[in-house]
């Protein structure tokens, strides 16, 4: 695709004739051009370029698990990857990249792509749609890929927003009742709520999956999917999808927060060599990003959650290694033998039934 700064004609002198100021500025213009081509290339590159038009003056925190995460996800806009879960950590990046960055980065490459992007709420749907649509509008896309497809102004709301491609952006939510349009590559961020862990709402979220998110491709032969959570239950959405993946048609990025040797993820071939995808992690307990993770953090994560929130949201494993209201370890053999008749050695059971499955 075409940059506006690919039509600036540049200068047709000899480098000895050129003053320090004009080579300078030619200096300056070659590496601006070829941060561009490294952004249109890769959606890492992309993201970490496109940041401050999405989160303005904070701090950008680099990791691998970001470039890994963009890997699968350029894996899926070529369509080598149909169906992706990715279970990763709160506060990782995960939603910026995924559903504000990577409809950007795939408009420069095709912009007749079609979003169908879903999160738990309305609200949070809204807003990632306009994190979304404020990138697409800076200056910085627009001077460079944007012009070349811009907003169409009568399909452009925040729930919709269409180019002059035929691309367009649908956000919605789980509770919406509206059905709206469909799409070619559909994002389903955060689809339980963390915040209402209810037997009701969770069998809201895979009723709406199996009754409304069914039938939402354009073209099922060829659209993908990406289910984005952080872990809630085990009958989560991530939960019932790979109860039901008979086929396996499904990938599953799965980052915890601290590693685990027993549960370390390997995923497909992916990039130009093909090389399968693995967790770069070599020692237990090594955190997913020490920039954004400090042993504190991680400390007060496991206070604030308890054992059964940080086993999901943080390790992506929905249940303690030791259990949860049962621990393992407190269970011990008998080591003295049993030499009384049963009578007259009673025992005394107690069972609370005040605790319910959910």
Same mark, same amino acid.
């Given at each position: 695709?075409?940059?506006?700064?690919?039509?600036?004609?540049?200068?047709?002198?000899?480098?000895?004739?050129?003053?320090?100021?004009?080579?300078?500025?030619?200096?300056?213009?070659?590496?601006?051009?070829?941060?561009?081509?490294?952004?249109?290339?890769?959606?890492?590159?992309?993201?970490?370029?496109?940041?401050?038009?999405?989160?303005?003056?904070?701090?950008?925190?680099?990791?691998?698990?970001?470039?890994?995460?963009?890997?699968?996800?350029?894996?899926?806009?070529?369509?080598?990857?149909?169906?992706?879960?990715?279970?990763?950590?709160?506060?990782?990046?995960?939603?910026?990249?995924?559903?504000?960055?990577?409809?950007?980065?795939?408009?420069?490459?095709?912009?007749?792509?079609?979003?169908?992007?879903?999160?738990?709420?309305?609200?949070?749907?809204?807003?990632?749609?306009?994190?979304?649509?404020?990138?697409?509008?800076?200056?910085?896309?627009?001077?460079?890929?944007?012009?070349?497809?811009?907003?169409?102004?009568?399909?452009?709301?925040?729930?919709?927003?269409?180019?002059?491609?035929?691309?367009?952006?649908?956000?919605?939510?789980?509770?919406?009742?509206?059905? @709206?349009?469909? &799409?070619?590559?559909?994002?389903?961020?955060? /689809?339980?709520?963390? %915040?209402? +862990?209810?037997?009701?709402?969770?069998?809201?979220?895979?009723?709406?999956?199996?009754?409304?998110?069914?039938?939402?491709?354009?073209?099922?032969?060829?659209?993908?999917?990406?289910?984005?959570?952080?872990?809630?239950?085990?009958?989560?959405?991530?939960?019932?999808?790979?109860?039901?993946?008979?086929?396996?048609?499904?990938?599953?990025?799965?980052?915890?927060?601290?590693?685990?040797?027993?549960?370390?993820?390997?995923?497909?071939?992916?990039?130009?060599?093909?090389?399968?995808?693995?967790?770069?992690?070599?020692?237990?307990?090594?955190?997913?990003?020490?920039?954004?993770?400090?042993?504190?953090?991680?400390?007060?994560?496991?206070?604030?959650?308890?054992?059964? @929130?940080?086993? &999901?949201?943080?390790?992506?494993?929905?249940? /303690?290694?030791?259990? %949860?209201? +049962?621990?393992?370890?407190?269970?011990?053999?008998?080591?003295?033998?049993?030499?009384?008749?049963?009578?007259?050695?009673?025992?005394?059971?107690?069972?609370?039934?005040?605790?319910?499955?959910?």
């Amino acid at each position: 695709m075409m940059r506006k700064s690919d039509h600036i004609k540049l200068p047709q002198v000899s480098p000895a004739l050129m003053s320090s100021l004009e080579r300078s500025y030619l200096d300056e213009l070659f590496k601006v051009q070829e941060e561009l081509a490294k952004a249109e290339a890769s959606l890492y590159e992309f993201f970490k370029a496109g940041w401050p038009y999405i989160e303005g003056s904070m701090p950008y925190m680099d990791s691998w698990h970001i470039k890994a995460i963009a890997e699968h996800l350029e894996a899926v806009y070529a369509r080598q990857i149909k169906k992706l879960i990715i279970n990763v950590p709160p506060r990782t990046g995960k939603t910026n990249l995924i559903s504000v960055a990577f409809p950007a980065w795939v408009w420069i490459h095709n912009p007749a792509e079609r979003f169908l992007c879903v999160s738990c709420t309305n609200a949070l749907s809204l807003e990632h749609a306009q994190k979304n649509r404020s990138l697409l509008e800076s200056s910085w896309y627009q001077d460079n890929w944007g012009y070349n497809f811009p907003l169409l102004r009568d399909q452009n709301v925040k729930s919709f927003f269409q180019n002059t491609k035929t691309g367009y952006r649908q956000s919605t939510s789980v509770v919406s009742k509206t059905v @709206g349009k469909g &799409g070619s590559i559909i994002i389903i961020d955060d /689809p339980n709520d963390p %915040g209402d +862990l209810s037997v009701v709402k969770r069998e809201t979220v895979i009723n709406w999956w199996t009754q409304r998110m069914s039938t939402r491709s354009n073209n099922p032969a060829n659209d993908c999917r990406i289910v984005v959570q952080q872990r809630t239950h085990q009958n989560d959405l991530t939960g019932y999808i790979r109860k039901n993946d008979s086929e396996e048609d499904w990938v599953e990025l799965v980052l915890p927060l601290e590693f685990e040797e027993a549960r370390k993820c390997i995923t497909v071939p992916l990039g130009i060599d093909q090389v399968i995808w693995e967790d770069p992690r070599s020692f237990e307990g090594e955190v997913l990003s020490s920039l954004r993770f400090n042993k504190k953090q991680v400390d007060d994560f496991k206070r604030s959650l308890g054992s059964y @929130g940080y086993a &999901g949201q943080c390790q992506q494993r929905p249940s /303690p290694v030791g259990g %949860g209201i +049962l621990k393992k370890k407190w269970f011990k053999p008998w080591e003295s033998p049993i030499t009384a008749p049963v009578e007259e050695d009673p025992k005394m059971l107690i069972w609370d039934f005040c605790i319910l499955i959910s």
